[in-house]
C-alpha cells in the first residue's frame, strides 16, 4: 500500500523559512513524477514543485521560484520543500503527490498536466504578517 506522510507545516512570520517534508513508502522502484501542491481555502489547487521523472528536471510555480527549493533523498523515500521568504500568500495546506507516470511536459502550466495516483493527507502552512 502507497503512503505519503507530509510533515513540517508551522505557522511562520513573513520573512521566515520552513521545510517541508513528505516520506513516501509501499513504492518500489518507480520513476514516475513527484510533486508539491498547494490549496488555500476558495482557491483552487495549485502546483508548487515537481521533480519530472526519470531525467529529474526540477519545475516551480512563478510565484515561488528563487524561494522555495525542492530536493529529493537518494533512494527517493523522501522529499522535501525548503521554502524561504515566506509569504502571507503563501498560506495553504501543501499536498505531496506522486503523478501517474512521468512528466514530459515543461512548461509553465505543468500543473494542468497533472494527474495524480496518489496524494497525502497535507500539512498546514500559516504565514502571519
Known amino acids: 500500500q502507497v503512503q505519503l506522510v507530509e510533515s513540517g507545516g508551522a505557522l511562520v512570520q513573513a520573512g521566515g523559512s520552513l521545510r517541508l517534508a513528505c516520506a513516501v513508502s509501499?513504492?518500489?522502484?518507480?520513476?514516475?513524477?513527484i510533486g508539491w501542491f498547494r490549496q488555500a481555502p476558495g482557491k483552487r489547487r495549485e502546483g508548487v514543485s515537481c521533480?519530472?521523472?526519470?531525467?529529474?528536471?526540477?519545475l516551480y510555480a512563478d510565484s515561488v521560484k528563487g524561494r522555495f527549493t525542492m530536493s529529493r533523498e537518494n533512494d527517493k523515500k523522501t522529499v522535501y520543500l525548503q521554502m524561504n521568504d515566506l509569504k502571507p500568500e503563501d498560506t495553504a495546506i501543501y499536498y505531496c503527490?506522486?503523478?501517474?507516470?512521468?512528466?514530459?511536459?515543461?512548461?509553465?502550466?505543468?500543473?494542468?498536466?497533472?494527474?495524480?495516483?496518489?496524494w497525502g493527507q497535507g500539512t498546514q502552512v500559516t504565514v502571519s504578517q
Open positions: 503527490s506522486i503523478g501517474a507516470h512521468a512528466l514530459r511536459y515543461y512548461g509553465r502550466s505543468w500543473d494542468e498536466m497533472w494527474q495524480g495516483a496518489y
Open positions: 521533480i519530472t521523472g526519470p531525467d529529474a528536471v526540477l
Open positions: 509501499g513504492l518500489r522502484k518507480d520513476y514516475r513524477a
